[in-house]
Nanobody, 115 residues
């Protein structure tokens, strides 16, 4: 069982920046991939960014060029730097970790972007 705790959400004006952090309960080298999903009210959960153990990174088209995912093996964290935020980025952001066929989820952190 991998426990994940997110932090860094909040309220920001359009064009602003936030940095989310996801702290894992164990060595993140032991998982195949980690990343971030988001879910806005009435919408399906959307993959935002992912980073594999091999270092491959993928972003949703809607955040390419604005968001950047990174990891720190010394802290067992995966961060999401979000720049040029837009009101449509408003959602609950959830960290996940994948180990083979099992997904582990954090509790989520709210990001609200005002226009």
């Amino acid at each position: 069982q991998v426990h994940l705790v997110e932090s860094g959400g909040g309220l920001v004006q359009s064009g602003g920046s936030l940095r989310l952090s996801c702290a894992a309960s164990e060595n993140i080298r032991s998982v195949a991939a980690m990343g971030w999903y988001r879910q806005a009210p009435g919408n399906q959960r959307e993959l935002v960014a992912t980073i594999t153990n091999g270092g491959s990174i993928n972003y949703a088209d809607s955040v390419k060029g604005r968001f950047a995912i990174s990891r720190d093996y010394t802290k067992n964290t995966v961060d999401l730097q979000m720049n040029s935020l837009k009101p449509e980025d408003t959602a609950v952001y959830l960290c996940y970790a994948q180990r083979v066929y099992t997904y582990y989820w954090g509790q989520g952190t709210q990001v609200t972007v005002s226009s």
